[in-house]
């Protein structure tokens, strides 16, 4: 995600994942790029966090939402 100009920060935690962007642009202009990003990472076999810093239990499988 870093590769993207706009991303400053990406915090990460479970099934969650929190992108703080530099005020270049509006998220309302690259919303799909990093939705594009996050989905094309995890279809190419990307991994954010090893199984064993995860709660298996409450994980689900959930389309990536970007607000």
């Not at 920060?9 to 929190?18: C, D, K, L, M, R």
């Not at 703080?20 to 990307?46: A, C, L, T």
């Not at 991994?47 to 298996?56: G, P, Q």
Request: aromatic fraction near 16%; hydrophobic fraction near 50%; charge should be negative.
């Amino acid at each position: 995600l870093f590769f993207l100009p706009f991303v400053k920060t990406v915090f990460i935690s479970g099934n969650f994942i929190a992108i703080e962007k530099f005020s270049i642009v509006e998220w309302e202009d690259v919303k799909n790029d990093v939705s594009d990003q996050i989905n094309e990472f995890i279809s190419n076999g990307g991994v954010f966090m090893e199984k064993e810093e995860l709660n298996l239990s409450n994980l689900y499988k959930h389309h990536i939402l970007i607000w």
